[in-house]
């Protein structure tokens, strides 16, 4: 099988891009190295199966050639940041959105097989109900989400319209090294600056799924056989794990990770029911009874392990200097808000 994976120097896509060589793909990976990293490639740079393009899917000339021959396209390029997409909502847009017209038009053209897209846990919004189904209506709350929702959307139609196939996976969080965005490197990031204080966004009480990435991948896998096998010209799965925890939980396992003690916790909650950014979803947990039923799939790790293995990855990654050397458990000397 020859696939393409957009946003393959990203977190997902680079694990993506590994496990997929070491099923025998042969893979083209496209990243503009906005957020991603070339040294996220290491293990497939330099592999005769892997070829990387360095170019931004705004701009078709850049990469479209590489379309030609391909069965399936995993597309995974996306800005992924909801508070990026509250602030800059245009251009949010555009990366999300127009870039998924321009992938869609280059598959079209192309007769790839199978678009696979990454879609996310946010075009819910606040559900009504949880665990979270695939038939919940689609309410995002953030322009991210909203994004997520018309690109999924987008996939959906060009299958229907177009005879090629598409798998829409709604990923809960997904953690692990690499990881360089979310609530895991963010606190890392901040208590290797002040490991005394720890800003909180929100008022900690949020509580949410965690995948760990080697699990999301499986998963990824496991839905496009399914796909094939069966035929299906359409499929939406949830991706995400049976628990969930809360942001103050994930302090107290990153705080512990980090060896630190006396860590005071200071919340910041940016809405009045303590969200911690306009857009954010406080409750999320999905209902994976879907993929589960078709593919056998199950979540190796749950959320709490997911959480702990990722911070440990990351303070590996990124070097413990100005992080407490003492053990033992976190204790915090008081909580506070702060407006
Ligand atoms: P990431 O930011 O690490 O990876 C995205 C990659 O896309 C980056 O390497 C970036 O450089 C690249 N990219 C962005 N715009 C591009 C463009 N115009 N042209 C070429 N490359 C471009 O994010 P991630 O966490 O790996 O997420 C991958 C996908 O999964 C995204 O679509 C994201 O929305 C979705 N998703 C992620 C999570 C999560 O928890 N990580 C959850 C749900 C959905």
């Given at each position: 099988?020859?696939?393409?994976?957009?946003?393959?120097?990203?977190?997902?896509?680079?694990?993506l891009?590994?496990?997929?060589?070491e099923?025998?793909?042969?893979?083209?990976g496209?990243?503009?190295?906005?957020?991603?990293?070339?040294?996220?490639?290491?293990?497939?740079?330099?592999s005769?199966?892997?070829?990387?393009?360095?170019?931004?899917l705004?701009?078709?000339?850049e990469?479209?050639?590489?379309?030609?021959?391909?069965?399936?396209?995993?597309?995974l390029?996306?800005?992924?940041?909801?508070?990026?997409s509250?602030?800059?909502?245009?251009?949010?847009?555009?990366?999300?959105v127009t870039?998924?017209?321009?992938?869609?038009?280059?598959?079209?053209?192309?007769?790839?097989?199978?678009?696979?897209?990454?879609?996310?846990?946010?075009?819910?919004g606040?559900?009504?109900?949880?665990?979270?189904?695939?038939?919940?209506?689609?309410?995002?709350?953030?322009?991210?989400g909203?994004?997520?929702?018309?690109a999924?959307?987008?996939c959906?139609t060009?299958?229907?319209?177009y005879?090629?196939?598409?798998l829409?996976?709604?990923?809960?969080?997904?953690v692990?090294?690499?990881?360089?965005?979310?609530v895991?490197?963010d606190f890392?990031?901040k208590?290797?600056e002040?490991?005394?204080?720890?800003?909180?966004?929100?008022?900690?009480?949020?509580?949410?799924?965690?995948?760990?990435?080697?699990?999301?991948?499986e998963a990824?896998?496991?839905?496009v056989?399914?796909v094939?096998?069966?035929?299906k010209?359409?499929?939406?799965?949830?991706?995400?794990?049976?628990d969930?925890?809360?942001?103050?939980?994930?302090?107290?396992?990153?705080?512990e990770?980090?060896?630190?003690?006396?860590?005071?916790?200071?919340y910041?909650?940016a809405?009045?029911?303590?969200?911690g950014?306009?857009?954010?979803?406080?409750?999320?947990?999905?209902?994976?009874v879907?993929?589960?039923?078709?593919?056998?799939?199950?979540?190796r790790?749950?959320?709490?392990?997911?959480?702990r293995?990722?911070?440990?990855a990351?303070?590996?990654?990124?070097?413990?200097?100005?992080?407490?050397?003492?053990h033992g458990?976190?204790?915090r000397?008081?909580?506070?808000?702060?407006?």
């Amino acid at each position: 099988m020859r696939a393409i994976v957009t946003g393959a120097a990203g977190f997902i896509g680079s694990h993506l891009v590994d496990r997929l060589l070491e099923e025998g793909y042969t893979v083209i990976g496209i990243d503009n190295l906005s957020a991603g990293r070339l040294e996220n490639l290491d293990n497939a740079i330099g592999s005769p199966s892997f070829r990387f393009i360095r170019g931004d899917l705004l701009r078709p000339d850049e990469w479209l050639e590489a379309f030609r021959d391909v069965d399936i396209v995993f597309h995974l390029a996306a800005n992924p940041e909801v508070r990026h997409s509250v602030r800059e909502p245009l251009d949010h847009y555009h990366q999300n959105v127009t870039v998924t017209m321009h992938v869609l038009e280059a598959a079209r053209q192309n007769n790839v097989k199978l678009v696979v897209f990454a879609s996310s846990s946010t075009v819910y919004g606040d559900p009504e109900k949880i665990p979270t189904p695939e038939t919940h209506p689609l309410r995002p709350i953030s322009i991210y989400g909203a994004t997520k929702a018309a690109a999924e959307t987008m996939c959906l139609t060009y299958a229907r319209l177009y005879g090629m196939k598409c798998l829409v996976l709604r990923y809960a969080n997904i953690v692990g090294p690499r990881l360089r965005h979310g609530v895991i490197y963010d606190f890392i990031m901040k208590l290797k600056e002040n490991p005394m204080m720890l800003e909180i966004l929100g008022d900690g009480s949020q509580r949410k799924s965690y995948l760990y990435v080697d699990d999301a991948v499986e998963a990824t896998l496991r839905a496009v056989e399914h796909v094939l096998e069966a035929g299906k010209r359409e499929e939406v799965y949830n991706v995400g794990n049976t628990d969930w925890v809360t942001v103050r939980e994930i302090a107290d396992i990153v705080v512990e990770t980090m060896g630190l003690r006396c860590v005071e916790y200071v919340y910041k909650p940016a809405t009045p029911d303590g969200r911690g950014w306009p857009g954010d979803v406080k409750l999320m947990l999905l209902d994976i009874v879907r993929i589960r039923r078709d593919t056998g799939w199950e979540p190796r790790m749950n959320s709490r392990e997911a959480v702990r293995r990722t911070a440990e990855a990351l303070l590996g990654e990124l070097g413990r200097a100005h992080v407490g050397g003492h053990h033992g458990r976190p204790s915090r000397v008081h909580d506070r808000f702060s407006s």
